[in-house]
């Protein structure tokens, strides 16, 4: 079956920099995405990266390792606007999968001054 | 450019009532989702179209859940009768083409409460 995991909640203090971390597996792979998800409010498309690897965009860099099924969120400089839940999101369309796009739970981030 | 546009934002009813949630992708996507999002969980994916077909509906509890997408723009998502377990927030999305890094493009949800 499909299974993304990430952690439930972290904490992470103002101006300082928290990676995110999610490991998966699914039958299919075409690539993994990041949406940032504030509370009330829709995702919204973070990153994508289907080759190992770093992309980097801005304060937030996400990482690939397709052969250990991982990948991380990397949050710098941490504003109080980046509380949010962040969620890791698998493309598996070789694998059967509705839509090839399955959701894991969502880290739940709280920032603090 | 306007975004995917969701309507109502919220609604609540009561169980055995049937409900309807509307949707308007991004034009020119051609490729529209259907999700629900439970608490504190990730969005899971109900329905999938490419233009006006369902392409992926094998996660749609078709025993009171309906879908269309009429002319291959607007979508229309339809319960009933609803039942207490649906009550969670329905996504709808869109993208250029389906499978590709683009990225969707989600609209702001409708949160139904069933009483």
């Known amino acids: 079956g499909q299974n993304i995991d990430q952690p439930t909640e972290m904490t992470a203090t103002e101006g300082a920099i928290v990676q995110i971390n999610c490991t998966y597996q699914?039958?299919?792979?075409?690539?993994l995405f990041w949406y940032q998800q504030h509370a009330g409010e829709a995702p919204t498309f973070l990153s994508y990266?289907?080759?190992?690897g770093l992309e980097e965009k801005g304060r937030f860099s996400s990482f690939l390792s397709r052969s250990k099924g991982y990948s991380y969120l990397l949050l710098k400089e941490l504003q109080m606007k980046d509380s949010a839940s962040y969620l890791c999101?698998?493309?598996?369309?070789?694998?059967?999968?509705?839509?090839?796009?399955?959701f894991g739970k969502g880290t739940h981030l709280i920032i603090q001054p | 450019e306007a975004g995917v546009v969701q309507s109502p934002r919220y609604k609540i009813i009561e169980k055995k009532q049937p409900v309807a949630f509307w949707c308007n992708p991004i034009?020119?996507?051609?490729?529209l989702y259907w999700y629900r999002q439970n608490l504190g969980q990730g969005p899971e994916l109900l329905i999938r179209?490419?233009?006006?077909?369902?392409v992926d509906d094998s996660q749609l509890p078709k025993d009171r859940f309906s879908a269309e997408r009429l002319k291959g723009v607007d979508s229309t998502l339809k319960i009933q009768p609803a039942e207490l377990g649906d009550s969670a927030v329905y996504l709808c999305?869109?993208?250029?083409?389906w499978g590709a890094g683009y990225g969707y493009t989600f609209g702001s949800g409708t949160r139904l409460t069933v009483v």
């Open positions: 990266n289907v080759l190992d």
């Open positions: 999305a869109s993208s250029e083409q």
């Open positions: 699914t039958s299919g792979f075409n690539g």
């Open positions: 179209y490419e233009n006006e077909e369902a």
């Open positions: 034009s020119g996507h051609n490729t």
């Open positions: 999101a698998v493309n598996d369309a070789a694998g059967g999968g509705a839509d090839g796009l399955t």
